[in-house]
Nanobody, 117 residues
């Protein structure tokens, strides 16, 4: 079992930056992949980024070059650095984890990110 807790959301102006953090509580020695997803109002949840144990990353095309995912394996933590934020990035952001970051087994409760002037 893996429990995930996100933090760091908030309100930011277009062009600004935010850093989201995810802390994982687990009895497992290894969390293979950690990921971030988001869900905007009236839309389906969508993939944002994932990172595996070795540090290999994948990003959605919409965030490439603006967002950076990272993790600290020793602390079972992941982060999402978001730069050059746009209004269309407004969503609830969810941390996720599992053997495959594109099909995660565990989800956090989510943190709201609002990009608005």
């Amino acid at each position: 079992q893996v429990q995930l807790a996100e933090s760091g959301g908030g309100l930011v102006q277009p062009g600004g930056s935010l850093r989201l953090s995810c802390a994982a509580s687990t009895t497992r020695s290894v969390i293979d992949s950690m990921a971030w997803y988001r869900q905007a109002p009236g839309k389906q949840r969508e993939f944002v980024a994932t990172i595996d144990w070795s540090g290999s990353t994948k990003y959605a095309d919409s965030v490439k070059g603006r967002f950076t995912i990272s993790r600290n394996n020793a602390k079972n933590m992941a982060a999402l650095q978001m730069n050059s934020l746009k209004p269309e990035d407004t969503a609830v952001y969810y941390c996720a984890a599992g053997p495959n970051g594109l099909r995660p087994d565990y989800w956090g409760q989510g943190t709201q990110v609002t990009v608005s002037s």
